[in-house]
Structure formats: structure tokens, C-alpha cells
């Protein structure tokens, strides 16, 4: 069955760097786009990051230049770096999977998240 494990968050002073990782089982994980999605706390759910079977990328406004979404296929994991942390960025990070471009709303499947906290 698909599963989609996320790893990495954790507390963090603004200005600091963490990396999360998705380790994904139970598929073809070469076949499909992946993504990172968040969700703050009243606010609703937003695509961060995805990657494309083809390793094309696409960022969300507010975190380009600071982070990075990677897909390792040999490993079956999909990793993003962040750099340069704000208090905004504190959300519940998903790793999510899809045929098509991963969005906040469309996906096959998410993980169960992992807390990203930046203090300021």
C-alpha cells in the first residue's frame, strides 16, 4: 500500500535551515510527481514546493530562493531544504504524490506531516 513517511521537522530559529525528508513505499515512486504542501494553523493548506517525474521544479512566491525540493528515485525519497527560516514558515509539512502536478488539492496521497517551528 502507499505510504509516505516525512521527517525533519523540528524547532528552529529564524534565520536558521532544516531539512525534510519523504521516504515513500508501495509505489512505482519514479512514475509520479511529487510535492511539499504546508498548513498553518487557521490558514488553509498550500503547495510549497513539487518536483516532476522529469526533476522540473516549482516554487510557491514566498519560499523561492530559500528552498530546495530534490527527488532521489534510487532511494525513493523526495527532500526539501530550507534555508533562510521565518516565523510564517511554521506550518505541518506534507509530502504528497500525484499522476499530475502536485497542488494543495490535488494529489494521490499525503504523509501525515511533520511540525517545521520557527521562532523569531
Known amino acids: 500500500q502507499w505510504r509516505l513517511v516525512e521527517s525533519g521537522g523540528g524547532l528552529v530559529p529564524a534565520g536558521g535551515s532544516l531539512r525534510l525528508s519523504c521516504a515513500a513505499s508501495?509505489?512505482?515512486?519514479?512514475?509520479?510527481?511529487m510535492g511539499w504542501l504546508r498548513q498553518a494553523p487557521g490558514k488553509q493548506r498550500e503547495l510549497v514546493a513539487r518536483i516532476s517525474t522529469a526533476g522540473s521544479t516549482n516554487y510557491a512566491d514566498s519560499v523561492k530562493g530559500r528552498f530546495t525540493i530534490s527527488r532521489d528515485n534510487a532511494k525513493n525519497t523526495v527532500l526539501l531544504q530550507m534555508n533562510s527560516l521565518k516565523p510564517e514558515d511554521t506550518a505541518v509539512y506534507f509530502c504528497?504524490?500525484?499522476?499530475?502536478?502536485?497542488?494543495?488539492?490535488?494529489?494521490?496521497?499525503r504523509g501525515q506531516g511533520t511540525q517545521v517551528t520557527v521562532s523569531s
Open positions: 508501495g509505489f512505482t515512486f519514479s512514475s509520479y510527481n
Open positions: 504528497a504524490a500525484g499522476l499530475g502536478p502536485v497542488s494543495a488539492n490535488q494529489f494521490l496521497s
